[in-house]
């Protein structure tokens, strides 16, 4: 199998590394080879988080090199511009719209980007580019915190991701906090479908 | 934590996914280690905290020491009754630790002892990032260095072993993308602790007195030798790739990236793998660099491994050619070390292309990068910190020094506070605020947190009275060790074994170490806070004033397990945009949409700080005035 490489990009406290640790538990669950990085941020909430998690018989660094992401999935749109690095033309962007301003913003009373102006940066580096409602999707599954949840069922959906979406559902069966597992897999499966609909849509 | 139960499992061959400090645990499990203790620190906080929700259950003992000296004396008296230990810290710590650690190398262990250091590269959450391995050198102790989780988990059954075979202390050295990368494991058998230990006086041994430690020093230096005959044969230590091109010679993370780097300009790259790299194994070396024209040493930080290989070719293979960092400038001695730098630096060596135009994706991203508004990491919504600096920044002003310390307050040098003039490691705050006040005879408010003022404060508190330095102490209380993930600590009155204990108060041991002015003030409470601070400010001597308040993340969590809803406040229709909360708080929960302010309901924790401060009475919530 070629290496796939796969970008987690958003905010403390959205789920973002748990969402990364579902992915390589699931991978090696299938018997694959993955890495899975992590950067803990200073302070508990409210920074920049990245997690790169690289799938594959090849795969020895910890960090996705320059426009060699399969996936850029952005938890966040700003968060999703900052990682672009890791995008080329051969990359998708998976992007959720729900936006989470920075304090700056406010302190310098500018406004937040429209989603053109984002989608226009994003096409800087790639046209391969799915939106996905994840706040409304994970609201409509029982709680507006299982946006992780729909990202990694958008995932599943991306043509050429290794990894099945049965999987998925097993590693977060197991990964995340009993109580909220039902309403998790609800979302991951809203995500997923959203995809596909986009993907036969085009 | 729902990997703790996977780490129990008894399940030799099983596979599963783990980060790296994790199977640092694992490894712990299967080596049958009986006592661990550590202080928080990350790269390395994982190891202490998946041992502490398991500890008792396996049977070791595992405790927070107070901090990384401490943890190391604790170890080593354990390890010097024969019973299993391992110690773990982040790099810094180890400078703490040192003093003990370098002797302890004269006197040795029984039971096998490993010092865990885990380097941070690139100072992701560090104040620096000092390469560790030249303890090694420094002390003359083993050490050795994996890549990758696996390696991680049987380096560390592999380290208590020599450990025990040569009586010494063994260092595992990893750094952030070892320790927070999570890759598969494969599992090995448990072994059971064994806790009960026996002491034995020997005096020769023990007791580093000069007459002792003259000839305790030439033991260790035999034990040296026997450890780089163990090098020699180490299975970690091994040619993984043989090619003619070129040799590469590489540890750590930095291994990773050469084999991707190699694979990526199609080099037909020799690599000789260190995983052990104190003593270095001289004659695999020495072969190695026989059989390739040129050699590359490919490693992050310093020059560790290309000084230690250029003076071995220089006696056993002189006419070798070998790259790396030193004088050639192929890699930089600072920050992490990526397949992207050591592409670059291995594609200069061999003059074959990079297939990826860097520079033109770096001028792209540039590109849509510029204005983008940062979001570095800032103080929660409701966090007790925010509360403290609004009352030291009112107080205090321009017109106060402040020397800052380590732990989530450091961010208060951001704005809108500006409170942290000055800070380098744990506990200096004190000690560096009475230099300042002694030559500038300026206001003086060092901050420092619970933790870190008993890891490192007390002295420095002492010194201030016993010098009488007119310095306030502010230690910002929020009951925990919140940086590194809340662990417990002796002001909070649990332990890493999670049991009650006897809980220390911070104002006790301030009075007990004579300082006449202390007090204890809710920092939510801003208009008698404030009173305090200008109080304290006004003695001849040191004032300790402690703000007290849980950690609003603890605190929400507290909230949510007894089903006490968080009303969150609200803006009422008496707001006249005036931005003050924005200005005076830098809150992530109040927010500015097309000019108006709001709150972020899922954001706010309802601490009530913006509705103290909002001149206009325009915040509606509850408040602890």
Redesign the interface.
Known sequence: MREFNIVLAG??GQGTLLAA?VI??A??KE?L????????????????VVSDVRIGD?V????I????ADVLLGFEP??T??N??SA?EKTLVVMNTQRI???????????YPTVEEVLA?IH??TSKVIVVEAAELARKAGS?LAQNSVLLGALAAVEGFPVKAESLVEALR??F?KKHVEVNVRAFELGRDSVRKERDRV | MPYTKVLLQDAPEKRVLLLGNEAIARGILEAGVSVVTTYPGTPASEIGDSISEIASQVGLYMEYSVNEMVAVEVAAGAANCGVRALTAMKHVGLNVAADMVITLAYTGVRGGYVIVTADDPECYSSQNEQDNRFYALLANLPCLEPSNAQEAKEMTVYAVEISEKLELPVLLRTTTRVSHTRGPVTYGELRKPNLKGDFARDLKRLVMVPANSRPKHEVLLNQATKAREISEESPFNKVVRSGTEIGIISSSSAYNCAVEAASLLGLEAGVLKLGMTHPLPEKMITEFLKAHDRVVVVEELEPYLEMQIKAIAKDYAPSAVIHGKMNGQYFPKEGELTTRLVATGLSEITNKKLPINFRRIDEKYSGVVKGLPSRPPVLCAGCPHRASFYVIKKVGGERAVYPDDIGCYALGIAPPFGVGDIMICMGASIGIGQGISKVTGRDTIATIGDSTFFHAGIPGLVNAVYNNSRIVVAVLDNLATAMTGHQPHPGTGMTGMQSQTERILIEKVAEGCGVKYVKVVNPFRTTEAAATLKEALQQPGPAVLVFRAPCTLMNAREKKRKGVDIKPSRISEKCTNCMACIRLLGCPAIVVEEGTVRIDENSCSACGLCVSVCPFGAIEGSCQE
Do not use: C, D, W, Y
């Open positions: 905010v403390g640790e390589g538990t991978a090696v018997g080879n993955a890495r899975v990085s992590e950067i803990h941020g200073m302070a508990q909430r409210g920074g920049a090849g020895f660094a910890s960090t090199l320059e426009g060699q700003l968060e511009v900052r672009l690095r080329s301003p920075p304090t700056e913003l406010a302190a310098r009373n500018t406004a940066k800087v580096f507006r197991e990964l906090p």
